[in-house]
């Protein structure tokens, strides 16, 4: 919980960093977020801003890899980003603050939009997989160790740490971990080449909205070059999109012709993540789709 001290010091950075005199200034809390404490703020009863506080040991750099990840999105100007205010530690805390984003609707013409959007964000590539710095995917680290190839890129930067944690923590056995070696011998043929694309990274239905409106906006996102059946596979894990988003984006960015081959072994990747958070009720559904293989 936020103290006395750090509210203080945040509302004295607000102050400069709007040029503005702070006559009234409130916290209050916003649900929803899993990792972070999280607050609306209210300034002078008419500026609203989005705030999030975490430790500085917990997460390192959380909010400042967070912070580029969300610039590196919003810079290519394809889909609405929050605009960051500040990003800064304090004490024990580290603070994130970005502009408060009044929700719209999800209209039929927000999913059109979303899916031809995201296909543009799609298109925006690079000449390498993975990102210049590693970030987080939820609450862990996640290892972005730039390769030419992303066979290789999606074995050793996305599956083998997951796998070598969940190991550890006694979340799978020694034959699963051989189960994905087979697994990795067949990905040349799974994924064709293609080139990279600029990805949000953690895009599930908790990490977009519409704003007033009703136009998309990502947030929280776990930026890297990859390729794009993770983003796309990660929107059907728990439960898909409106039909309107991917009939867009196919329009757009046609899927490729084992798209669903291809999204099943994706999703391992976000399945893997949950296993190592939140126990052995996702174990189940890695091991159906390995199995396959």
């Not at 996640?142 to 944690?165: C, E, G, M, Y």
């Not at 080139?195 to 519409?210: I, K, R, Y």
């Amino acid at each position: 919980m936020i103290t006395a001290g750090i509210e203080s010091e945040i509302r004295n950075i607000l102050a400069k960093q709007l040029a503005i005199s702070v006559t009234s200034f409130r916290f209050e809390i916003v649900g929803g977020g899993s990792i972070n404490d999280a607050y609306r703020l209210v300034i002078n009863n008419s500026i609203l801003l989005f705030c999030k506080l975490n430790s500085v040991k917990k997460f390192p750099f959380f909010f400042e890899k967070e912070k580029r990840g969300i610039e590196l999105l919003g810079n290519q100007n394809i889909i609405r980003i929050p605009k960051i205010v500040v990003c800064e530690n304090l004490d024990h805390f580290q603070v994130l603050i970005m502009e408060w984003i009044p929700q719209g609707l999800k209209t039929e013409k927000f999913w059109t939009n979303f899916g031809e959007q995201l296909a543009n964000l799609h298109h925006i590539s690079n000449s390498f997989f993975g990102l210049e710095e590693d970030n987080y995917m939820g609450a862990l680290p996640q290892s972005n160790k730039p390769s030419i190839s992303w066979i290789d890129f999606l074995t050793h930067q996305r599956f083998i740490p997951q796998v070598a944690l969940a190991l550890q923590n006694n979340l799978l056995e020694f034959s699963h971990a051989r189960q994905f070696e087979k697994l990795y011998e067949k990905l040349q043929h799974i994924f064709p080449a293609e080139p990279t694309s600029l990805l949000h990274g953690d895009l599930w239905s908790g990490n977009f909205l519409a704003d007033e409106t009703g136009n998309p906006v990502l947030i929280d996102p776990a930026v890297y070059f990859g390729h794009r059946s993770m983003d796309l596979a990660m929107t059907a894990l728990f439960g898909g999109f409106d039909k309107g988003f991917y009939e867009a984006y196919y329009y757009h960015f046609p899927f490729p012709h084992n798209y669903s081959e291809q999204w099943e072994i994706c999703n391992l990747y976000p399945l893997l993540i949950h296993l190592n958070l939140f126990g052995k009720s996702y174990q189940s559904s890695i091991l159906q789709t390995i199995r396959k293989y």
